[in-house]
């Protein structure tokens, strides 16, 4: 098989730094037009604005009242008022109105005795010259320089705009950015069947819509081209009918990796040249970056992976810092917070990775849980509250040590949410859209770790709460036990949150007849488990137990997922042929259900946050009807004592 | 005359509270839709989002490689390589490609080594179950909430709506909020012709192009209707027909001040009910919220002030806030800085103020320096770096000490700005125009209190230069004395920037006959004069004193503008005969220019800064050929010395 190999991988400052200076040397970028002040909201000022008009454009009455020559009133005073006759010396006058020829000053009507034929008006005060009087040129002199260029015009610019007079600013072109989709088992995501899907015959294709979204953002135009299929000719075609049609820049999505049927890379060098292939930076990595000779144009070009999130990072990394030299701008940078990891953040070295986290701020340090690396995963970015990068020289981040994160949220939204760690619920899902309903200022952030996990990060006050349902072998009672072993010196409440039916998930019918735990033990039975610490996990190992069944029977114990949804989709995806989980993941992807037992699931949330706002909405949501009703029809879950308080625990 | 008489005044806090609550038992808003995802950017999300689709809908490969079932492979170790067979138990595999039935794991091309026929593969190691396999719901499952109410809908939620096949998201309709511009003397801004503005015969309409700017940009649609004059049935006629066009919200922007035009009030009072009106808020007292009635729907309606600057505060103040509302969304804030007014800001007690300010960071301390407090006054919002809020039981905020500031630009940009403080020259917006071309990150801020004040303000350590043009009147010589006399202590070097010609300003054909200093003198001139510490002003005092006049012979002399330009501007307009200026200033208006003497205009830059890179690339931008040639085409500029170093001040 022939395979790309990569050029040497480039750092993304090299890479821009190479591929920036080639571009300099071809184009300046798109130009300059003239738009009606209508439709420049969000524009860049291309040239220095000169205003055309002064305003106000003639001397006029800041006040109600009346315009009088100073000159006139110098005499009055509290002790010999003056009398000054309408229409004569006196001309009523209304806020933007034009002063009278020989007027230079406006007495306010709240200081002015009327005489009853209307005829004479009484002054106690001199006025002074142009007092309450907007000069002409006040705000604006014809000619100063209004607006400086790569300044954007939002609605403060406008009426400077509008008031002097300039009624069409030269703003920069939008950079035509031309988005290729390529690939041969692609389709355009509104043809996409799921039944073709699921057969993986096809993949949807949404990266181009997601990158003109964030090209627009940017002040770009964004050109989706047709699909074009994983032939080098197709590409070829495509990138010269694209650059025929106006682009200032082509991106191609996807085929720049190193795989058989990458041509991306092929076919810009037989255009023109490659410039870069190859970025140490994760998600990211295959990007390649060149020009290409269309017609006598030149042309720069841009090859992304097809992963969503591998695409969006090497656009965010090369393609807008472009579009913002080209707008005479520096890229917008997200501001920056100090973060603590949870958890510690392993990496390659040689290669910057950007790990998208969530964020919590628990007693004003603020706390990041990582979302899964994988590049492919669109929610880890659309979850994510901010993104840490581990620097090329390092073999990752350690727990505890603060590290800067780049905020996706405002700090606002990060302050005024709750961040849960623990357990997986499909409520609490629930608990964050119903909280942000009722109280929009506040949401709900949770990671799953399980249930132990949870309990511990309570004790290094690494969340505000976390759900738990962990049995006591001995007892049969639930999270008392750990919390007492666990969260020595953390008091807490013990909040109860739903009962909930846990059993095997199996398909529909129950094929390989999964009637008791005794079943998972058949050597016909594939397993999929739960992560250790994990309530779930627990209570398998529970009922192993006291049925005197060991672990190493059970075929695929040790073959793992994080939440009951995912072993849902195992199950549904025949990866395996039952896990242990929650009823309403089997109604959710329509499995069937093996009962096993029920369990509590409660809410750990320390004293110290009892009184909190975000604390005290959340179990208002929580006690709610509204509440209560979507989860019952959840399935599996009995909320008869839901918000209900089992148990203060004073930390002893 | 009948006048309205305000509500008792409302604070803003106040006010909100009683619109928002009626407001609340009218209406929950304009409801939601479905968009499709194609328009769905920047839209609200209305419902929580289920996924419709997992994704991956399939096990694929998460790399290039073979596909194989991990069993086979578990013999494999470098001192037992296992051949496995293409097309058997091997099968070549791009990444995003289904794994064949039966396979459950990938191994990368990287660790293969392929026998020259290419029928069998050999690999060294163990594959392990579900090695670089992107799983089936490893992103999203099928049911799971994926987006919660009030999000944003951005390019990364577009991903995960796309992945989740979601293809028309559940948002908030946007409010449709009818824009009604009322006032007899009011024309478009297009019809507006420039000798109908300057006699005051009309104004023209840009107010609804300003607010419908920042109504698109919080979410809202904006609906601008027809002019409509100052008549209460014509004001009652546009109420009715915006209702009837669907307007969730009515915006009459002016008439709801007390003037004898106003009518808002009335034709509001006669149509549903006024609960606010005056708000202890400037700009934007004269604000009115209430309700209309219109063929059984009541609706909310608010009027704002004419002048754009209360407008714009009284819609942030209260319609920004509903739009957010309606959309479950906290209005997002500003971000706040300490700041340091260089100047006191006195302020009414009673009402709070909003202060437009610049801004600029001198060794780490954030100063601010006031702009135009005027309501009229657009450009104060345009060029300002924040909003200082003072609050309402105060009469005024101190110069020194901090306050907070609501931040209209970045961080990075004012951290990045330069600020001079000083005399103003017409070439000052130059130079930060050709600053911000040559260097986008950079800027220069300057604030135009006089030669004297400049100087005060580098000793204070409240700004970066200082341009300056004081004579002393002994020895001829421009800023040296000054210099030693007010910066002791403080090492500067002294930057020429211009030699430029002063002279008076006077009227096309100079009307007055003005040619000599002695002609300012005379009763029938009357005189514009420049503010004390001005160099302007420096040089008409020398200029009187070596020929012996007294300034009490100037009419006017106590009448003052603050820039060149506003001094043209008044001499323009017939407020004064003649001022004193520079020949840039006579050029740019088109006045005549009697010629009285050349000055040197030098900056004034600490050593502490002659390494900032600003400041070097502000002497780069100086030293350019392409500044002085613009400077040359001014007029009256001298450039031949611009950029030299004249003189270093070690401070002692």
Known sequence: MERNVYLSLRSPEEARAIWFTRIAELTDGPGTENVPLEEAAHRVIAEPVEALRSSPAFHGAAMDGIAVRAEDTFSASTRNPLALEVGKNAFWINTGQPLPAGCNAVIMVENLNVEEDGKKVITEKAAFPWQHVRKLGEDIVATEILLAPGVEIGSYEIGALAAAGVLRPTVFRKAQVAIIPTGSEIVPLQQARDEDLC???????????????????????????????????????????????GADLVLLNAGSSAGSHDYTVEVVRSMGEVLVHGISL?????AMLGTVSVAERQVPIMGVPGYPVSALMAVEEFLLPLLAIWQKRVCPKRECVSVIPCNPLPSRPGMEERIRVRLGMVDGTCFAVPLSRGAGTVTSLSRADAIITVPRDSEGLDAGNPVQAELLRSRRQ???????????????????????RTHPRFSLTSAHVGSLGGLLALQRKQCHLAGSHLLDEETGVYNRTAIREHLKGTPVMLVHLVNREQGFLVKPGNPKEIHDVADIC???????????????????????????????????YGDEEYTHMNVAAAVLSGR??????????????????????????DLVIPHAYAEDERILALLDVIRSTVFRNKVQSMGGYDVSHTGEILWEYDGK
Chains 1, 2 share one sequence.
């Open 199 to 245: 057969r993986g015959k096809i993949l949807p294709e949404f990266n181009s819509l997601v990158l003109s979204t964030c090209i627009r953002d940017a002040g770009g135009q964004a050109d989706v081209r047709p699909i074009a299929p994983d032939v080098p000719e197709a590409i070829k075609a495509a990138i010269v009918s694209a650059v025929e049609a």
């Open 282 to 286: 994760m998600p990211g990595k295959p």
């Open 576 to 601: 395996a042929d039952t896990g242990l989980g929650v009823r309403a993941a089997a109604v959710a992807l329509g499995l069937d259900f093996v009962f096993v037992g029920t369990e509590e699931y």
């Open 414 to 436: 990060i302050a005024n949410a709750l961040l849960a760690i623990g357990s997986h619920d499909n409520t609490l899902e629930y608990i964050d859209s119903q909280l942000r």
């Open 522 to 556: 058949r050597d016909d039975v594939r397993f999929i488990n739960r992560q250790r610490g994990s309530g779930t996990r627990v209570l398998l190992d529970y009922e192993l137990k006291r049925r005197g069944l060991a672990v190493s029977n059970v075929h695929g």
